[in-house]
């Protein structure tokens, strides 16, 4: 079982929309979490840390489930220029190496 | 947000030549550095980690000789390819964070051709 597991996609969705996306993690140890997007050929930026108490930015939430071990995102009215690959990061217990899951694709169309 | 670069942007060169990637981060002390490579359409895989002043801890499957890593000070960190082959292509990422920091800062990365 992978580290950190994300849905590829794409999702494609119309402007205006709502869509969410999920993201698994299997160490129970971790201690942070991360929301990054990575347009085509360029560097990760960090989107939104997730607190267990959930936070939002915006037309963006995120959203952490200890419990279950899931963290997720929800983006609000959608744009265009939402169009990227959300890339779930989960922070190992003890130390400051990331985890990045594979990316889950946003394709927002007009 | 904290600045992080990376030299050169994109890279060619031929098979058996070394090549050097520096990251330096611009407003910060980078306590820690990290590398990373990204295969098209894959995620970031973590290489290797470095601290200032000490060796640099390699994640299981990354040969050390191969990739040389050098933090020589709290604001540059190297990667040095060497006698690179063309399955060494690929896009390279640096990161760095500060001792107060629980981010990491992400530098634009370096696209590496090896013909």
């Known amino acids: 079982r992978k580290e950190v597991e994300q849905d590829p996609g794409p999702f494609n969705v119309p402007e205006g929309a709502t869509v969410a996306f999920n993201c698994t993690y299997s160490?129970?140890?971790?201690?942070?979490f991360f929301w990054y997007r990575q347009d085509c050929r360029k560097e990760p930026k960090l989107l939104m840390s997730?607190?267990?108490s959930g936070n939002e930015d915006g037309r963006f939430t995120a959203q952490l489930n200890r419990a279950s071990q899931y963290i997720s995102l929800l983006i609000r009215d959608s744009k265009l220029s939402d169009s990227a690959t959300y890339l779930c990061?989960?922070?190992?217990?003890?130390?400051?190496?990331?985890?990045f899951g594979t990316g889950t694709r946003l394709k927002v169309l007009a | 947000g904290a600045v992080v670069s990376q030299h050169p942007s994109r890279v060619i060169c031929k098979s058996g030549t070394s090549v050097k990637i520096e990251c330096r981060s611009l407003?910060?002390?980078?306590?820690?550095m990290f590398w990373y490579r990204q295969f098209p359409k894959k995620s970031l895989m973590l290489m290797a980690t470095?601290?200032?002043?000490?060796?640099?801890?390699?994640e299981q499957g990354v040969e050390k000789d191969k990739f040389l890593i050098n933090h020589a000070s709290l604001t540059l960190s190297t990667l040095t390819v060497t006698s690179a082959h063309p399955e060494d292509s690929s896009f390279y990422i640096c990161?760095?964070?500060?001792?107060?920091?629980?981010?990491?800062?992400f530098g634009p990365g370096t696209r590496l051709l090896v013909l």
């Open positions: 990161s760095a964070r500060g001792s107060s920091q629980e981010t990491q800062y």
């Open positions: 160490n129970s140890a971790s201690q942070s």
């Open positions: 997730v607190y267990s």
């Open positions: 990061v989960v922070r190992g217990g003890g130390t400051y190496k990331y985890i």
């Open positions: 407003d910060f002390q980078a306590t820690t």
């Open positions: 470095s601290n200032e002043g000490s060796k640099a801890t390699y």
